[in-house]
């Protein structure tokens, strides 16, 4: 099995409507992180948790709110969705101690079209 | 401010023909650089990473890259290219901070031909 899954793989929505992007992992990792990759831009981060009750905005974060349910679930919502926010998004995980520099897990990816 | 810069978005590339993708960055202190791999409808794998020491790194696949401090560049070299090595590839930088976020460039996209 795949220690970073992201539920759903791909998904179509409208203009307007709340959905929600799911990320799991069973790497026993602290932190985690959701990026959206645009042509062009590479990834871009969104928010990141250092664990269940730290969350904070990365650079792109407006028009998101995330969730860190446990320390193996971190949802990624969209209240109202936009078509600028068509993207690939990555959810990825990262162990804090100093040995592991902050290398990063990154899981398969969400296609969302946003209509 | 920090940033990456990948100047090539696409290269092209015989099989077994070499490689070499060029990675610059703009950072204070000294870097931690990172080199990813995007297969089509994959995620992102680590192909290697540099934190200290020797300025040549060997990552999987066959993948090296070398640091120089002074050109502030971290490029990724295969001496022989396959067709499955076909995929974008995207070098990074360890944020400042304790953000753990990491800073990524535009990404290459290579193309191999037969």
């Known amino acids: 099995d795949a220690d970073v899954t992201q539920t759903p793989r791909n998904r179509i929505t409208k203009t307007g409507k709340r959905i929600m992007l799911e990320c799991s992992q069973t790497?026993?990792?602290?932190?985690m992180y959701w990026y959206r990759q645009d042509p062009g831009l590479g990834l871009r981060l969104i928010y990141y948790?250092?664990?269940?009750?730290?969350?904070n905005k990365g650079e792109i974060s407006d028009g998101y709110s995330v969730s860190r349910q446990a320390q193996a679930k971190f949802s990624l919502s969209l209240e109202s969705a936009i078509p600028n926010q068509t993207a690939l998004y990555f959810c990825?995980?990262?162990?804090?101690?100093?040995?592991?520099?902050?290398?990063?897990?990154f899981g398969p990816g969400t296609r969302l079209t946003v209509l | 401010a920090q940033s990456v810069t990948q100047p090539d978005i696409h290269i092209t590339v015989s099989e077994g023909a070499s490689l070499e993708l060029r990675c610059n960055y703009s950072?204070?202190?000294?870097?931690?650089l990172f080199w990813y791999v995007q297969s089509p409808g994959q995620g992102l794998q680590l192909l290697l990473k540099?934190?200290?020491?020797?300025?040549l790194v060997q990552g999987i696949k066959g993948f090296e890259a070398e640091f120089k401090r002074s050109q502030s560049s971290f490029n990724l070299r295969k001496p022989s290219v396959h067709w499955s090595d076909a995929a974008e590839y995207f070098c990074?930088?360890?944020?400042?901070?304790?953000?753990?976020?990491?800073?990524f460039g535009q990404g290459t996209t290579l193309q191999v031909k037969p």
């Open positions: 990825a995980t990262s162990l804090e101690r100093a040995v592991s520099y902050n290398e990063q897990f």
């Open positions: 790497k026993g990792h602290d932190r």
């Open positions: 948790s250092f664990d269940v009750k730290d969350i």
């Open positions: 950072y204070g202190a000294t870097p931690y």
């Open positions: 540099y934190f200290s020491g020797d300025t």
């Open positions: 990074a930088v360890k944020g400042s901070g304790n953000t753990g976020k990491l800073i």
